[in-house]
T-cell receptor
Framework: DTEVTQTPKHLVMGMTNKKSLKCEQH?????MYWYKQKAKKPPELMFV???????INESVPSRFSPECPNSSLLNLHLHALQPEDSALYLC????????????FGDGTRLSIL | AQTVTQSQPEMSVQEAETVTLSCTYD???????LFWYKQPPSRQMILVIR??????QNATENRFSVNFQKAAKSFSLKISDSQLGDTAMYFC????????????FGKGTRLSVIA
């Protein structure tokens, strides 16, 4: 069982829709991450939140809007996506105390029609 | 900038045999962490093993061990007594010492364990 929970597991949406991906962890981690992963490729970093503040934005298009309402929750709001945005979206979290690896969720598989 | 190279896109191994996956990296940092993550078809990224660069002793986790050569910037993963459940994509990853820094991933090696 994963300690990082992502919902939904699958999402199909049209290019004009607005939807949100959700990520939750209860490990007390203060850093949370969004990655995008295309098939047979490594994950690509999108955003990093540290203590609920956005610390890294890897030049992600504005149609992706992250939000960190509290230390346990991370959202990714989607609007006017393109077919090339179809991918697996992975959330991860890590502790801020010294060296700690990132723990990943199962991901949301997103398909844009 | 750091880079991670995995030169073997695909590998296969017979069940119960041993296989080694290679990983090299480039960095100007002296202190950092290295990881191997496994991603089975179920798609969750699972941490397999970790290595702190300041430790000379190679990390070991049950059937998984690494050969860490800091001077050569090499970090290979050895899987002993391979099992069918080891079939997955394996990613080598680098992380700088400072907290909450992103992982830099290699392109991955697809490992198939054959019965």
């Amino acid at each position: 069982d994963t300690e990082v929970t992502q919902t939904p597991k699958h999402l199909v949406m049209g290019m004009t829709n607005k939807k949100s991906l959700k990520c939750e962890q209860h490990m007390g981690h203060r850093a949370m991450y969004w990655y995008k992963q295309k098939a047979k490729k490594p994950p690509e970093l999108m955003f990093v939140y540290s203590y609920e503040k956005l610390s890294i934005n890897e030049s992600v298009p504005s149609r992706f809007s992250p939000e960190c309402p509290n230390s346990s929750l991370l959202n990714l709001h989607l609007h006017a996506l393109q077919p090339e945005d179809s991918a697996l979206y992975l959330c991860a979290s890590s502790s801020d105390r010294g060296y700690q690896p990132q723990h990943f969720g199962d991901g949301t598989r997103l398909s844009i029609l | 900038a750091q880079t991670v190279t995995q030169s073997q896109p695909e590998m296969s191994v017979q069940e119960a045999e041993t296989v080694t996956l290679s990983c090299t990296y480039d960095t100007s940092e002296n202190n950092y962490y290295l990881f191997w993550y496994k991603q089975p078809p179920s798609r969750q990224m699972i941490l397999v093993i970790r290595q702190e660069a300041y430790k000379q002793q190679n990390a070991t986790e049950n059937r998984f061990s690494v050969n860490f050569q800091k001077a050569a910037k090499s970090f290979s993963l050895k899987i002993s007594d391979s099992q069918l459940g080891d079939t997955a994509m394996y990613f080598c990853a680098f992380m700088k010492l400072s907290g909450n820094t992103p992982l830099v991933f290699g392109k991955g090696t697809r490992l198939s364990v054959i019965a």
